[in-house]
């Protein structure tokens, strides 16, 4: 069975497989071994998004993730780094087109069971963001937040530090409730 090296979620695993295999080396082995693995328990993916107001692009958060964490656990961070008080549903549109129920992934009060996803069953190592694909995030569908999601980086990293994590602010989050 061979991969086609063009297809971003081969790439992605072959990348795994070559910090994976960088991990392991050689170090004062008895005879007989031949590797001792360095990485443990503790070694995570963490991906960093770029997340900015559709409307205002010069409000953005930066949030770190662990790979096995969930979209719904990305809109928990979000929520938290925009100052929002009061939980509405959401939607994720991974093709980066609004409305597109084909690619929606969305809060539980939300979800129908026939063309809905849940944003609860689908892990962030799974959404494939590679190469500057952007994603869409929609927080209250009244008032209608869109939000411009951008994988930055994925970064092996061996911590015990709680996820997710707002790491960089960048302008003053809008009411949530906006004053008419």
């Not at 995570?44 to 997340?51: G, P």
């Not at 929520?79 to 549903?89: C, S, V």
């Not at 809905?116 to 994603?135: N, P, Q, W």
């Given at each position: ?13 072959l ?5 994976a ?15 001792i693995?360095?990485?443990?328990s503790?070694t ?8 900015s107001?559709k409307?205002?692009?010069d ?13 719904s ?5 979000i ?11 959401y939607?994720?549109f ?5 409305y597109?129920?084909?690619s ?8 129908d069971?026939?063309t ?20 869409l ?10 939000h ?10 061996v ?7 707002v ?14």
């Open positions: 069975m061979s991969l086609d090296p063009g297809n971003a979620g081969a790439r992605e695993v990348n795994r497989m070559e910090i295999e960088k991990d392991m080396q050689v170090k004062d082995a008895p005879s007989g071994w031949e590797r693995p360095l990485a443990s503790n995570h993916f963490i991906h960093r998004f770029k997340v107001l409307n205002n692009p409000i953005w958060r930066i949030v770190d993730i662990k790979g096995n964490q969930m979209l656990t990305l809109h928990k961070a929520f938290k780094a925009f100052d929002r008080y009061e939980e509405h549903e939607s994720f991974l093709s980066n087109k609004a597109d129920r084909e929606e992934y969305t809060s539980p009060g939300l979800y069971g026939r809905g996803k849940l944003a609860t069953r689908i892990r962030i190592d799974s959404v494939e963001l590679y190469g500057g694909r952007k994603i995030y929609l927080f209250d569908h009244n008032n209608e937040w869109w411009d999601v951008e994988l930055m980086s994925v970064t092996p990293k911590t015990r530090a709680k996820y997710p994590r790491v960089t602010k960048q302008g003053k989050s809008p009411p949530q409730y906006p004053r008419l």
